[in-house]
C-alpha cells in the first residue's frame, strides 16, 4: 500500500479546495485532522483529509494544508471553523495531535514520512504491507 501526504498550500484559499475535496469524496472520507505544531514561537495547525485507499491499486492519499492556520484552541479563526463546520456536516469527529514541526526536517518528504509513522503507530491509517 501507497501512502502519500498531498500538500495543497498552507490553507489560505486552498483550503476551500481540501473541503471540497472532502465533500466530493465522502464514500471514501476516513478521517479529518488537525495537527498543531509550534513554528518559530507561533502555534500552528495544519488540516489533513484522509481517504481511504483505492481499490484497485492500494493507494491512499492524505490531503494537507501544511502548517498555515493558527492554532484554533489558542487563537480561534474562521479557516478552522469551516473545517469543523465540514467535518460536521460529514459525520466526522477532527482527530487533534501535536506534532513536530516540518521546519526541523532538512526535506519536506522526511516530515511526511515522520508524520505516516505516527499516524500508523496510533492505527490511524493502515500499517505497512
Known amino acids: 500500500m501507497i501512502q502519500r501526504f498531498?500538500?495543497?498550500?498552507?490553507?489560505?484559499?486552498?483550503?476551500?479546495?481540501?473541503l471540497?475535496?472532502?465533500?466530493?469524496?465522502?464514500h471514501r472520507l476516513q478521517h479529518m485532522m488537525a495537527l498543531h505544531?509550534?513554528?518559530?514561537?507561533k502555534d500552528m495547525t495544519s488540516l489533513v483529509v484522509v481517504l481511504k485507499p483505492t481499490d484497485p491499486g492500494k493507494f491512499q492519499a492524505l490531503y494537507i494544508c501544511r502548517e498555515g492556520i493558527?492554532?484554533?484552541?489558542?487563537?480561534?479563526n474562521k479557516r478552522y471553523d469551516l473545517f469543523a463546520?465540514?467535518?460536521k456536516e460529514l459525520g466526522k469527529q477532527i482527530i487533534q495531535l501535536t506534532v513536530k514541526p516540518s521546519?526541523?526536517?532538512?526535506?519536506?518528504?522526511?516530515f511526511y514520512?515522520?508524520?505516516?509513522?505516527?499516524?500508523?503507530?496510533?492505527?490511524?491509517i493502515l500499517p505497512l504491507q
Open 113 to 124: 514520512q515522520h508524520l505516516i509513522g505516527i499516524l500508523r503507530l496510533n492505527h490511524y
Open 85 to 87: 463546520q465540514t467535518a
Open 20 to 26: 471540497e475535496l472532502a465533500k466530493a469524496n465522502q
Open 37 to 41: 505544531t509550534q513554528i518559530s514561537g
Open 6 to 18: 498531498i500538500e495543497l498550500g498552507e490553507g489560505y484559499s486552498d483550503i476551500y479546495e481540501l
Open 70 to 76: 493558527p492554532n484554533p484552541t489558542i487563537l480561534p
Open 103 to 110: 521546519e526541523i526536517f532538512n526535506e519536506k518528504d522526511l
